[in-house]
């Protein structure tokens, strides 16, 4: 599993809207390179990232090569009730990530 | 010559959530306003034979997503460098004017390259949940080129806006 | 010394000239400042004009000048369209900060691709035809007359019917005031004045008698030095490293290690590079250190045999044509990396001031300097001064920001203090971005006249753009590693070209002429070897395949072939070779006159060279790169090669690779023939035609086909 970094505050007021940052180790291949052998790399990069909250979808975005290596996101939520947020991505070949964090909404 | 494995982990490890470049950077960022840049849709960067790929005319970039929906310059807005010294990780923000309600919101946000060999860069579904339609990322650029974040609003118009960004180490291939 | 800021107008002009006579004990930067300190003197009419009240003109340059001459010339597009007096105009450098703050009123400041005149020539004209109403209108204004009644010549406005004039210098503070127009009609060609004519290039006096600053004069009072040693196997990262013996030293300041190179920082540069040949560097290579030009050669071979090949051009159906022709032909041409060997080596002087940041530097892009220096030093880019500097010798090195990076990381771990890093020769020659050795296949077929029906060229050879760049190559082809092949002139019916990226350990990077170093040499040889076969006229082979399609390149191969009397009579024992191509927007042919002894001493009695770029903008500059090029490409084709063994490259300075010598100067007679309707570029192409024209003409004096440079391996020597 692809790790992650991930940034939320822990604790907000009900109706704020906050941040959410994101950083996934991946290295995002376009597939235009050549390794040292001069062979193709095949393309390889994070096509679909999820964010749910209290059960449903509420970000979602679908990247192509032409996100960087190691790819950032920063976005935002209006926080409701005290609940889980789970950000899931797969990649070209099919591994899965995930980061999961509660919210505690006051 | 691609990047090792070690290299990219380690550039990982270094780069904390609240980058220091980016920071630093963001006096020198271009403030795009809605419609305020009069850039015209004259790509800056003129395609010469051996160039990192065709320039797309800003319709060739809008027309296959709006497909004739009304579409409007402005209440959209960059944030983005002007001099990107390479294009592996260029730093961008978009947001979108809207009251993010649920009668009144995006639904959508694109990121669209006039040069990469993939025009849509990335696809992004918002809704009013997200209480702010905005979203900060890097791209990965091949060359200097225009970029274009187009916005959906739940009406069903668009609205875009475009940033004109010099990658200055491939100024040895990019036009003027 | 103070820190001179040129944006500050408060500097009140007597305390500038007072602070600027200091400076000059230092850096001479007031060199390249403006030497006036209150903008209501100097009204500015627009980004790149200036008038003085004592009629001086200020022209800006924004790119930089490396001896190719377009400090001089590009500013001679202004002063035409703004009809100023030569004589009081002066020349001085727009700066990437300047150009970042203004959001770049100034445009690309690429010094690359042989394009600064072409890629500006429109917009400077412009400045200068936009500026030039705005003087008559603001005259015209002061008179009470219309401004069509007015003209406007050699600095001055005048009105014919009243015998009324005003200098420019009079008129530029009330132009300033005035909007500018937003249509401008630019002067028919017929028309300029300065345009056209050969002017001495503005640096010169400054180059003969030593006042010009080059990049690696850079002087900033309280400076260390630092010499630096990368990898000598490309790609190496230091393991561990020993300078137990330098370390206290008599002026040895501080050991770097940088992790992909050392430094050695000390009060003077003699210090710190033989200090640094004392310190002990373990590097990991890898396996790289495998590498020899004998296993890159079976690499571009394996490339010419692989399956997946990326395809430059593909007309008609070539494989079927040359099953099919009467007359097929084949051969393998290679040629090999080359060094830039600029005069001036890799420098870069830089100074980290809290989150400010100074660097004077020999650069090709002086808005990468500053995004890269930004980047590195982890400063705010609007925090970036990039002093311009005279280049000596650009060559394409000096675009990729290697050294700048490599500078203003030592800049940031001496924080505070100013370090001038210097690349030794030999740190130099073994730390280039190589012009990439390529390895090409022609197969050609013919029909019973002489008329090619096919050709195909094979091309394996590295990717510039994809590993110098990192940028996605459009249906897998480098425009660079094809040029001049995808895009040949001849009238044939049947062409592909395909690519076999072969990148290897060796970095490569943009060497004057890239592509065109090369390729033309191999097509336009090829071509020869073709018209032998058929039994024709080197020359009048070429015409009768060029056909309608390509006028130009028929116009400056005919040009050429007059002024050399192609097919006149010559001395006994000497002999022609012609070549033509196109490149850079421009047409190039050259014709070389030469005679080869049993030895393989090559004598050449003359070179024709000739270049059709639309419009001439200065002639004599013109006639200097043409030498020039003739300079450049004989030193290349004669001895130019780098080799590879055990990783690393063997030639180390000008022993090794060797340089033309004064003394082996051959007459070269300069055809100059710009036939209008469009603007090429100057710097490069003509090195373009002058290898094939040679390698043909020695073909026709010994008989011997060369289909490989450099020509000392084939045991050939230029004779003085």
């Known amino acids: ?106 | ?176 | 010394m103070t820190h001179l800021d040129p944006s500050s107008t408060g500097l009140a002009r007597r305390d500038f000239l007072k602070v600027s006579a200091t400076a000059a004990a230092g850096m001479s930067l007031g060199f390249f400042w403006p030497t006036h300190g209150n903008a209501a003197e100097t009204p500015k009419l627009n980004a790149w004009i200036e008038i003085q009240t004592d009629d001086t003109v200020i022209i800006r340059y924004a790119r930089t000048e490396m001896g190719q001459g377009s400090r001089t010339s590009a500013p001679m597009l202004v002063a035409d369209e703004l009809e100023a007096d030569w004589k009081k105009v002066r020349i001085e450098y727009a700066t990437a900060h300047e150009n970042l703050r203004t959001k770049r009123a100034y445009g690309d400041m690429a010094t690359v691709g042989s394009r600064t005149i072409r890629n500006s020539q429109e917009y400077l004209r412009k400045a200068g035809a936009t500026a030039r109403e705005m003087l008559i209108a603001a005259a015209a204004a002061q008179w009470g007359v219309p401004a069509s009644e007015c003209t406007a010549a050699l600095g001055k406005v005048s009105h014919a019917a009243s015998k009324r004039s005003l200098s420019y210098g009079k008129l530029a503070a009330a132009a300033a005031k005035l909007e500018a127009p937003k249509e401008v009609k630019l002067k028919d060609p017929k028309d300029w004045k300065i345009i056209g004519k050969s002017l001495p290039r503005v640096d010169i006096p400054d180059i003969v008698t030593g006042k010009i600053r080059y990049g690696i004069d850079a002087q900033v009072p309280g400076m260390m030095y630092a010499a630096v040693a990368a990898s000598p196997v490309f790609n190496g990262k230091v393991k561990s490293l020993d300078a137990s013996k330098v370390e206290n030293r008599r002026g040895i300041v501080k050991v770097l290690n940088m992790g992909e190179f050392v430094a050695v920082v000390a009060n003077n540069w003699w210090r710190a590079k033989e200090a640094l040949r004392e310190v002990a560097i373990d590097w990991e290579t890898g396996d790289n250190g495998q590498l020899t030009s004998a296993v890159i050669m079976n690499s571009f071979k394996a490339g010419m045999g692989q399956a997946e090949l990326a395809v430059a051009r593909n007309d008609g159906n070539t494989v079927q044509a040359l099953g099919t022709a009467a007359k097929v032909l084949e051969a393998e041409y290679f040629t090999p990396y080359l060094a830039h060997a600029t005069m001036e080596p890799m420098v870069c002087t830089a100074w980290l001031q809290g989150d400010k940041l100074d660097v004077w530097t020999s650069t090709q892009n002086p808005e990468n300097t500053l995004a890269v220096a930004a980047a590195t030093a982890g400063v705010a880019q609007d925090k970036v001064t990039v002093h311009p500097m005279q280049l000596g010798g650009g060559l394409g090195r000096k675009s990729p920001q290697d050294f700048t990076r490599q500078g203003v990381m030592i800049a940031k771990a001496m924080a505070g203090t100013p370090v001038k890093m210097v690349w030794s020769r030999e740190e130099d020659m073994q730390h280039d971005l190589y012009r990439p050795a390529s390895l090409v296949r022609f197969k050609g077929g013919m029909d019973n006249d002489g008329k090619v029906q096919a050709l195909h060229i094979r091309v394996s050879a590295p990717s510039i753009l994809a590993t110098l760049l990192r940028l996605p190559l459009p249906k897998g082809v480098d425009g660079q590693a094809v040029a001049s092949f995808n895009d040949h002139p001849y009238d044939i019916p049947n062409s592909l070209v395909d690519y076999a990226q072969r990148n290897t350990n060796v970095p490569v990077g943009f060497w004057r002429t890239v592509g065109h170093s090369q390729n033309p040499y191999m097509r336009e040889c090829f071509i020869d070897e073709m018209a032998l076969a058929a039994g024709k006229d080197p020359l009048a082979f070429r015409l009768a395949n060029l056909g309608q399609k390509s006028p130009r390149d028929v116009a400056i191969l005919q040009a050429v072939a007059k002024a050399a009397d192609w097919g006149g009579p010559l001395p006994k024992g000497v002999f022609r070779g012609i070549a033509e191509t196109e490149g850079y927007g421009s047409y190039t042919a050259c014709v070389c006159e030469v005679s080869v002894s049993d030895k393989g001493d090559v004598k050449i009695h003359r070179v024709v060279i000739g270049i059709d770029p639309g419009y001439a903008v200065n002639p004599d500059n013109i006639e200097a790169q043409l030498q020039g090029s003739v300079v450049h490409g004989l030193s290349a084709i004669f001895w130019g090669e780098m080799t590879i063994k055990d990783g690393r490259i063997e030639q180390s300075n000008f022993h090794d690779y060797r340089m033309m010598r004064l003394n082996e100067m051959p007459v070269v007679k300069a055809v100059i023939a710009p036939t209008g309707g469009f603007w090429g570029g100057v710097g490069e192409p003509a090195q373009a035609p002058l290898a094939p024209a040679l390698c043909n003409a020695i073909a026709a004096a010994s008989g011997k086909r060369i289909r490989s440079l450099p020509l000392k391996n084939h045991g050939m020597s230029l004779k003085a």
């Open chain 1, 1 to 106: 599993m692809a790790q992650a970094r991930f940034d939320m505050p822990a604790q907000v007021r009900a109706g704020e809207v906050f941040k959410l940052r994101l950083l996934v180790q991946h290295p995002m291949e376009t597939g235009y390179l050549l390794d040292l052998n001069n062979r193709r790399i095949a393309r390889n990069v994070i096509n679909d990232l999820r964010c749910t909250y209290l059960g449903q979808e509420v970000f979602r975005i679908e990247p192509s090569s032409g996100l960087s290596a190691n790819p950032y996101v920063e976005f935002f939520l209006r926080a409701t009730q005290t609940g889980e947020i789970t950000i899931d991505w797969v990649d070209d070949r099919g591994e899965r990530g995930q980061v999961k964090r509660t919210l505690t909404v006051v």
């Open chain 2, 1 to 176: 010559m691609t990047t090792p494995p070690a290299a990219l982990r380690r550039d990982w490890l270094r780069a904390s959530l609240g980058a220091t470049a980016w920071a630093a950077g963001r006096a020198t960022f271009a403030r795009v306003l809605g419609g305020a840049l009069g850039l015209g849709s004259l790509p800056t960067a003129q395609a010469q034979g051996m160039l990192s790929g065709k320039l797309l005319s800003l319709s060739e970039m809008l027309d296959p997503i709006v497909a004739g929906a009304p579409v409007v310059r402005a209440g959209v807005h960059i944030e983005t460098l002007i001099l990107a010294d390479n294009g592996l990780s260029v730093p961008f923000r978009v947001w979108v004017d809207s009251p993010m309600t649920a009668q009144d919101h995006v639904t959508h946000i694109w990121l669209l390259s006039q040069r990469n060999p993939v025009m849509v860069m990335a696809k992004i579904h918002v809704g009013p949940q997200m209480g702010r339609a905005e979203l900060s990322t890097r791209l990965r650029l091949a060359g200097g080129q225009q970029l274009v974040a187009l916005a959906r609003l739940s009406s069903g118009q668009f609205r875009y806006e475009l940033a004109d960004l010099i990658v200055t180490e491939a100024g040895c291939v990019d036009g003027s």
